[in-house]
């Protein structure tokens, strides 16, 4: 097939900065992007596969938390991305949720959130920066590992919010030092994978990329009706010998 098309999320009032540097992440895999914002058409069928991209705060409205006061909500954009979240698992279609996009994959599958999460981890290190500062573990014997490898990774933060409790049939796949969720991934297909951090900053990284590229796999297997997962691994073992 010609390259997969990832329908990508992003804000109205931001997401033309970064929307650019995913769609190139995008390219770079073998796919190509199309943008979808709240208030304009954002249909599944059109597309392969979806990245939920980052931005504001979900509302605890979606899973019965307590709203603090430091919170920028998107009403607009939650009920979109909860609809595409599940829209893409009804159509058997792959996902990658990225920093918001991550607790969005989690909240729209039952999963709850930490509002203040550095509150709660508070060993934790705290950073702000779209510069790779912060390190995380990677789990064993889970997809990211396949992906990008059990070497501890550095990362980049822009978030306030992280997983609290698990949505169904997900798996934690990441966590910082201070053991902080960092990235979750579904256990079966379709292929889902949310990370906290922004890969689409850290491009010129290898392992940053074969997360994109993982999506793209997973978005060209699945419109030639082959096994998501099964696609991911197989060309992780054709990059990796």
Same mark, same amino acid.
């Given at each position: 097939m010609s390259r997969p098309l990832i329908g990508v999320t992003t804000s109205r009032r931001s997401g033309w900065r970064i929307f650019p540097l995913v769609a190139l992440n995008v390219w770079l895999a073998g796919g190509r992007a199309t943008r979808w914002v709240a208030g304009r058409d954002a249909d599944i069928?059109? *597309?392969? =596969?979806?990245?939920?991209? =980052? =931005?504001d705060d979900i509302s605890p409205d979606l899973?019965? =938390?307590? $709203? *603090?006061t !430091?919170?920028? $909500?998107?009403?607009?954009r939650d009920a979109l991305e909860r609809r595409l979240v599940c829209a893409a698992f009804e159509h058997d279609k792959p996902v990658l949720g990225i920093c918001r996009g991550s607790q969005m994959l989690n909240v729209a599958l039952g999963g709850t959130l930490h509002q203040d999460a550095y509150g709660v981890y508070t060993a934790s290190k705290r950073v702000w920066t779209i510069l790779p500062r912060k390190t995380v573990k990677i789990c064993a014997e889970t997809r990211l590992?396949? *992906? !990008?490898? $059990?070497?501890?990774?550095?990362?980049?933060? $822009?978030h306030s919010q992280a997983v609290d409790t698990l949505g169904a049939g997900l798996q934690v796949a990441a966590r910082d030092l201070g053991g902080m969720v960092q990235a979750v991934e579904r256990i079966a297909d379709p292929f889902a994978l949310g990370v906290q951090w922004h890969p689409e900053h850290l491009f010129y990284a290898r392992r940053q990329r074969a997360i994109f590229r993982a999506l793209v796999t997973a978005a060209r297997a699945r419109h030639e009706h082959r096994g998501q997962i099964e696609d991911v691994r197989r060309e992780v073992e054709m990059v990796t010998e």
């Open positions: 069928d059109r *597309v392969d =596969g979806i990245i939920i991209g =980052g =931005g899973y019965g =938390g307590r $709203l *603090v !430091s919170a920028r $909500l998107d009403p607009d590992a396949g *992906v !990008s490898g $059990l070497k501890p990774m550095q990362i980049n933060a $822009l």
